[in-house]
């Protein structure tokens, strides 16, 4: 399945088709030009909101096409704007709510890159993946609990629910490092 902007949208800044299309961390997808645009006319010093959803835009992700057509000068300088706006925002400390608000857009970007064979994640990745959610699925299923079930009920699930959590948290802090390396040079 190609990675893309939908068939039918259209870029929320210029209301035209998407030329060197853009994922930001809050899922939105922009023009290449038209975020840099938006980022040039803000504090250069400060990451730059989403004109959609007003959340901080840490981390923008080229779309498939962006990346094979790099050849192209106009794209490349684009995708150099984007990749410095990535080095100097996307290796930032998150707050928690931050993080909490970028986990569907990681764990979905992460579930298509695991799926797909033409992809590769680097194998340590895969292994810290994998391994984060083998232990958090284990302590889930274990008759073990910080909080056990047969004493609390359905407050017992709570420790369940936050081994959960902090699981995925974990796996969406991985692989944003990832996307911040392959995206914001080294």
């Not at 400060?46 to 007003?54: G, T, V």
């Not at 992809?119 to 284990?138: C, D, E, H, N, T």
């Amino acid at each position: 399945m190609a990675e893309g902007p939908p068939v039918n949208d259209v870029c929320c800044v210029c209301h035209g088709s998407f030329n060197i299309p853009f994922q930001a961390n809050c899922s939105h997808w922009f023009c290449g030009s038209c975020i840099i645009l938006v980022w040039d006319h803000g504090s250069a010093l400060q990451p730059c909101k989403c004109p959609l959803c007003r959340r901080q835009i840490t981390l923008l992700v080229p779309a498939e096409a962006s990346q094979q057509e790099r050849h192209d000068p106009e794209v490349a300088r684009i995708v150099g704007r984007i990749e410095q706006y990535n080095r100097m925002f996307g290796r930032r400390a998150n707050s928690l709510f931050q993080r909490m608000q970028d986990l569907p857009f990681l764990l979905r970007r992460l579930m298509r890159e695991l799926m797909d064979p033409q992809r590769s994640l680097p194998l340590v990745i895969k292994a810290q993946v994998y391994f984060a959610m083998i232990v958090g699925f284990i302590y889930i299923v274990s008759p073990v609990d910080i909080i056990p079930e047969a004493l609390l009920g359905i407050l017992g699930l709570l420790d369940d629910l936050i081994i959960a959590f902090v699981c995925f948290l974990h796996v969406a802090t991985i692989y944003r490092s990832v996307l911040v390396h392959r995206h914001g040079g080294a």
